[in-house]
């Protein structure tokens, strides 16, 4: 494994951060009563209960403290690229957007056949995709010629690299994507991301019959379209 890693990169910058997420604001308590008054003293409530944060983006669940923490939470471990989901948990990022969308589109679409595949009429999801600072010595990989780094189906051997990293207190990793041609962040440490920003909203959109995802930026208006299974 050592002879793998012979590269670190001084990082400075942002990374995206592409997670779930709604365009519009939802009445959290539309359905406790049809009474407007009873949901406004519903949401006074929760208002003068709730515990401060400085920085909710990051602290918050419920402020979209999933942007940063989330992964981190023992219980919210799970297999991925670099994590076998036991030991501990992985924050991924990406230095382009798109390289995000190709990423997040390959998992969101497994979803969808799993859970609706029968289904014959169109499937939305959105997303909320931000801008995380990250400031911190990470493991470059980008130039590393394995490709069991970017097995599309076989996570073994990144299990390995993260589990190493990991136990010797590396703060994360950059790589090339599996989906695409951009660049993957994987980091292990939270403390080295700060400064949540939002980027912009995406809405994904499919019929479990085709093999298209359409990617829209701006509502109505096609921005990318993807065929998952080139993504497989």
């Known amino acids: 494994m050592e002879a793998l890693i ?6 400075d910058g942002d990374l995206a951060r592409n997670i779930k997420g709604i365009r519009v604001s939802q009445d959290l308590f539309d359905d406790l009563s049809a009474d407007a008054s009873d949901r406004a003293a519903a949401i006074a409530a929760e208002s003068a209960s709730r515990t401060p944060s400085a920085a909710p983006l990051i602290t918050r ?3 979209y403290g999933s942007v940063v923490t989330y992964p981190f939470v023992p219980h919210n471990w799970q297999a991925t690229r670099y994590s076998d ?20 589109v390959y998992h969101w679409h497994r979803f969808v056949m799993d859970s609706f595949a029968g289904l014959e009429r169109e499937i939305a999801g959105e997303r909320r995709v931000f801008q995380v600072r990250c400031d911190a ?3 470059d990989l980008r130039d590393v010629s394995e490709p069991r780094l970017t097995d599309r189906r076989d996570y073994s051997f990144t299990w390995q ?3 190493f990293l990991s136990q010797r207190g590396q703060s994360g990793l950059l790589s090339r994507s599996a989906r695409s041609s951009g660049t993957a962040a994987a980091v292990f440490r939270p403390e080295v991301l700060r400064d949540v920003r939002d980027l912009c ?10 093999d298209a995802v ?11 379209e993807i065929r998952p299974s080139a993504l497989a």
């Open 61 to 63: 669940p419920f402020d």
């Open 6 to 11: 012979r590269k670190a990169a001084v990082f």
């Open 137 to 139: 010595v990470l493991i």
């Open 85 to 104: 989901g036991l030991h501990y948990g992985v924050w991924y990022g990406a230095l382009e957007l798109e390289t995000t969308v190709y990423e997040t």
């Open 214 to 224: 359409t990617v829209e930026r701006t509502p109505g208006s096609a921005w990318l």
């Open 201 to 210: 909203f995406l809405t994904y959109r499919m019929s479990p019959s085709v």
């Open 161 to 163: 690299v993260g589990r």
